[in-house]
């Protein structure tokens, strides 16, 4: 992965990753990704994608350059919460550089899907995926109509649920074959597959 110089001089990297290297994280969240992902894929969903580095890993997985949408906020908050709002979120990111990343990457296939903005949600997706955001810092119930809605047999729904929290996912149980939910720390990673 490329990673051009505004990720490392943005307040938003050093709000969301101040203790880490972004490169080495996301390499590591990629590698425990790949035995649960699908052997092909036309279309991924991210809800609460951030930069989208992740994406750009996925989106290499993949020889078929699927279709990536990216669905945040493109604003960051003056106050920012960090923990689990039941009543909502609060946003931090930029489309700006989202797409700086991904098109340095060389990834051209995405839709950006703006929550105070322009939608662009799939109809049906092979990946949806949220990373510490849907379930780690608002409810699952958010988005779990969607995720029922737009997945489709084989669907593969991976999700970080925060510690304390683990209630949210039983809804999605009735739809979804629980693959892996694995303890990561602050939060689990729970991957299923649609039934």
């Not at 699952?140 to 489709?152: A, E, G, L, M």
Request: glycine share 8%.
């Amino acid at each position: 992965m490329i990673v051009p110089r505004c990720i490392y001089e943005s307040k938003i990297l050093k709000m969301q990753r101040s203790d880490g290297d972004f490169i080495g994280q996301l390499t590591d969240e990629y590698n425990k990704l790949i035995p649960h992902l699908p052997d092909e894929c036309q279309t991924i969903w991210d809800v609460g994608a951030g930069f989208a580095g992740i994406d750009v890993f996925l989106s290499k997985h993949y020889k078929n350059d699927p279709e990536l949408y990216l669905t945040d906020f493109n604003k960051t908050d003056q106050n920012i919460f960090y923990g689990f709002n039941p009543g909502g979120y609060c946003a931090y990111n930029s489309f700006d550089i989202a797409k700086e990343l991904l098109e340095t990457n060389g990834v051209k296939n995405y839709y950006f899907d703006d929550l105070n903005g322009v939608r662009n949600i799939p109809a049906s997706a092979d990946i949806i995926l949220s990373l510490l955001s849907c379930g780690f810092h608002y409810p699952v119930s958010t988005y779990q109509n969607d995720f029922i809605i737009r997945s489709h047999l084989r669907t593969v729904l991976i999700l970080d649920i925060r510690k304390g929290e683990e209630n949210q996912i039983e809804f999605l149980q009735s739809y979804f074959n629980t693959i892996s939910f694995n303890d990561h720390g602050k939060w689990f990673r729970y991957i299923g597959v649609r039934k």
